[in-house]
């Protein structure tokens, strides 16, 4: 078997592209110099989450393969959102869209370079889409656009009978327009997003050449899934934020450390910068002795780092070994300590002269059933405070153990653990 080390080679082989318009085209211009694309974000969050880090990735794969980035921030597009098969979307204050405009830009910007040749360049689509008539959208944009099409794509077929408002219905139409314009103005010739997104990038192809005459190109990226087919996510509801206010390093960190055997492979050639044979030498080691979980934490600390920084994945790798008993927790940030515990699962008590007991506290955490059976683990020598084994049942903490100030660390055996928060 040949194997093909090209830019669009080597985003097949990492399982980067789910559909596309016309791969020999693509390639050949990939080849024939620098091909400005575009990838577009809507602010419909205050963060960006695990799902766009991979349409960033990608966008970064290609302008350090030489091609010109244009990213774009929808604060027209944001106010509206994409329909989604659940029901309609909340429609969020121009304000408060405005707000995450600024908020998602800001997490985008370190993955790009905006400087050299092939500089990135930051787009909003509302410098286009504000100053329009609804007159002149219909004429120009929304006589491309057959009904009998629109209601053919699978989102909007799915909401028919719920119903669905017309607003969300014409979505299609300013994502199209996105491209035009930015085809336009910057002579861009690929749009990327998620394969979620195929009818709107198809439908900005096919508006480029009613309009133009043009012949561009798309490419999607297919949607992460468990290997249940499941989306991913912090929890079964919640989504993982790239935003360390909403989601801590810790947290995220740990995500990528418990992710299924079965997709390390997958997730390893889509969310890091490994060369192929370093991933494929990986995938047979971890095959090999899985136990060693050497594939999740290569994993975590990759992405970890790329979103986070490498002081943050110290941090969250330190702090994990801390609360397991294999490191000093007095060595941890109060930041991390508080999110790892907060995650782990924690309580509060009041600050008073005199704590409760490390019985009580293990079954105020949940870490014994009752009473007998916390004094049971105390005496089989499986209770530990701050990491240090507790040998009286009647102990009780002080302040003076207050790690980081406020927090008290118990753990039950080898791994299961909860914080105290005091105060």
Do not use: C
Request: overall charge negative; cysteine-free; charged content about 25%.
């Amino acid at each position: 078997m040949t194997i093909d080390h090209t830019l669009l080679g080597d985003l097949e082989w990492r399982g980067l592209i789910a559909h596309s318009t016309d791969l020999d085209a693509l390639r050949e211009a990939f080849t024939a110099g620098s091909v400005r694309f575009y990838v577009g974000f809507d602010p419909t969050a205050p963060s960006l989450h695990m799902g766009h880090l991979v349409q960033i990735l990608t966008a970064k794969r290609l302008q350090e393969a030489g091609h010109t980035p244009y990213a774009l921030v929808g604060g027209a597009t944001g106010m509206i959102g994409d329909p989604k098969e659940a029901g309609e979307r909340v429609m969020n204050s121009v304000e408060t869209v405005g707000e995450w405009v600024g908020r998602v830009r800001r997490q985008i910007e370190p993955f790009l370079s905006f400087e050299g040749d092939n500089a990135a360049t930051m787009v909003n689509n509302l410098d286009w889409t504000a100053p329009m008539s609804a007159i002149d959208f219909l004429r120009d944009i929304g006589k491309h656009f057959p009904v009998n099409r629109m209601l053919a794509r699978d989102v909007v077929r799915s909401r028919l009978e719920a119903g669905i408002s017309y607003t969300e219905f014409s979505y299609v139409l300013l994502q199209s327009m996105d491209y035009l314009e930015l085809h336009r103005q910057h002579g861009v010739t690929l749009q990327f997003g998620g394969s979620d997104q195929w009818g709107n990038l198809t439908a900005g192809v096919e508006l480029i050449r009613r309009t133009e005459g043009n012949k561009v190109h798309a490419i999607a990226t297919p949607l992460m899934t468990k290997s249940d087919g499941t989306k991913y996510g912090k929890t079964e509801g919640g989504a993982l934020w790239l935003d360390p206010e909403m989601l801590s390093p810790y947290a995220f960190h740990q995500f990528w450390l418990n992710v299924e055997d079965e997709k390390i492979g997958e997730l390893l050639r889509v969310f890091t910068f490994l060369p192929r044979a370093e991933i494929e030498a990986l995938e047979t080691r971890h095959a090999e002795k899985p136990f060693l979980r050497e594939g999740q934490k290569t994993l975590a600390d990759e992405v970890t780092t790329l979103v986070h920084g490498a002081d943050e994945t110290e941090q969250a790798k330190a702090a994990a070994a801390a609360l397991f008993g294999g490191g000093e927790l007095t060595g941890l940030s109060a930041t991390t300590l508080a999110a790892a515990l907060r995650e782990a699962g924690s309580i509060q008590v009041a600050a008073t002269d005199e704590l409760p007991t490390v019985v009580d506290l293990l079954v105020e955490t949940g870490l014994a059933k009752s009473k007998g059976e916390a004094r049971r683990t105390v005496t089989e020598g499986g209770a530990y405070l701050n990491n240090v084994r507790v040998e009286d049942a009647e102990a009780r903490p002080t302040t003076d153990d207050l790690v980081g100030g406020y927090w008290l660390v118990l753990r039950r055996g080898k791994k299961n653990f909860s914080g105290v928060q005091v105060g």
